[in-house]
């Protein structure tokens, strides 16, 4: 027994004798094999599901299961996805179903034991309206989730602030789900304006908070305050707006408010926007909630304005150094050794330090050395002139 989970193991000769005579093929050593355990496998039974509502509304389905044990774990829920899988499967209430864990993998359900139902089993209806706010749902014809569109849905604010605060959103340290839980049961928490205007004071009056808890949030808090505009627009829950297109976006705008006062042709100009997103941005803008919130935002210092970090080109696919390889040697005539190489990189190159096989272009200054010499030994590199650099690049 092992105090962890494994999900396979190598097993190899441990004489080297052995090994040396077992030799190895061009891709593997003869003396060593994997082995890779079945996935585990269990019954039980589905009791009931739930419909959870996401940040942009999308109503999950999670079955609840008499609880099993699997692979070191007690398995009590299992999303479910969505309708469809619901349907493919052919999944009943009251069925006995099948789950499987391999590795770390989440557990899910592998099929209904259709040979053990007894007549009991009941269809599992999906439903119509939102089961928190209970706004009808829609189901786009491209998507698999129904949604619940209702911008004020209790269950999506909650998830929407969540999302705002995450790592990849406004990044602000220390401010989870629990955090942002516990305040929104306080009343404290409204829309993600609130979140910039917190009483630290009465946060550290909370339990297990504390003077230092707060400050080190408020800290975090203002900090987010001063985010580049990417992260912003991300963290505002527009639905397909991510990391992606909300760097797209900011490299666009002086403002957040532009993106108000832009209409379908503005976005078709950009590379990447597509039509959907589009649409979702446009409507964003059009509800006055939304409005509001952001002037909220505004007034209480969230930054809305374009940033050096924004403004970062966002190289194509069809730049002229798209995937390449560069590395400057010797002294640089015509610009800094930085400047060049951020040259290079908003024309789709990525700088490294050394010459190798990996190297494609080499670009020399006077007096390079070493690194010419190797790079021409190489044969496998393009040496470029600084001019011929500037020429390539587009000055
Ligand atoms: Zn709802």
């Known amino acids: ?121 009941r269809e599992i209806v999906f439903p119509t309206n939102c089961p928190v706010c209970k706004s009808e749902l829609v189901r786009a014809e491209d998507e698999a989730a129904w949604r619940c569109e209702n911008p004020d849905c209790e269950a999506q604010l909650l998830q929407r602030m969540i999302h705002h605060v995450s790592k990849n959103a406004m990044d602000i340290d220390g401010f989870g789900e629990s955090q942002i839980e516990r305040f929104y049961r306080l009343g404290w928490l409204h829309s993600i304006a609130d979140i910039y205007r917190l009483d630290y004071e009465a946060i550290a009056k909370l339990e297990g908070f504390g003077e230092k808890s707060a400050t080190n949030l408020r800290a975090a808090i203002e900090k987010a305050k001063k985010n580049p505009l990417y992260r912003f627009l991300h963290s505002l829950t527009i639905h397909h707006l991510g990391i992606k297109a909300g760097k797209i976006l900011a490299a666009e705008i002086e403002n957040v408010w532009d993106l108000k006062d832009w209409d379908e042709e503005r976005f078709r100009q950009i590379k990447d926007i597509g039509p959907v997103l589009t649409h979702n941005v446009i409507r964003f803008f059009q509800n006055e909630k939304n409005v509001d919130i952001l002037q909220d935002m505004e007034s209480l210092g969230v930054n809305f304005n374009q940033t050096d970090e924004d403004k970062r080109r966002v190289v194509s696919a069809d730049a002229p150094l798209s995937g390449k390889t560069i590395l400057f040697t010797g002294t640089l005539v015509k610009m800094g050794r930085k400047e060049a190489q951020a040259k290079a990189e908003a024309a789709g190159a990525k700088n490294i330090s050394a010459v190798s096989g990996n190297l494609d272009y080499l670009i020399v200054g006077e007096d390079a050395g070493s690194k010419l010499k190797k790079a021409q030994a190489l044969g496998t590199v393009t040496i470029l002139t600084e001019d011929e650099f500037l020429e390539l690049v587009g000055g």
């Open 1 to 121: 027994m092992y105090p962890y989970e494994i999900d396979g193991m190598v097993v190899k000769a441990n004489s080297l004798e052995l090994q040396q005579r077992a030799g190895s093929t061009t891709h593997h050593p003869r003396w060593a094999i994997a082995f890779k355990f079945k996935a585990k496998q269990a019954t039980t039974k589905l009791l009931n599901v739930e419909f959870q509502v996401g940040k942009v509304g999308s109503i999950t389905p999670v079955a609840k299961l008499e609880p099993v044990a699997l692979a070191g774990v007690t398995v009590s829920s299992v999303s479910l996805h969505n309708e469809d899988f619901i349907r493919n499967k052919d999944l009943r209430l009251g069925d006995t179903v099948l789950v499987e864990r391999a590795g770390d993998v989440i557990p899910y359900i592998v099929k209904p034991m259709e040979e053990l139902r007894d007549g009991s089993e």
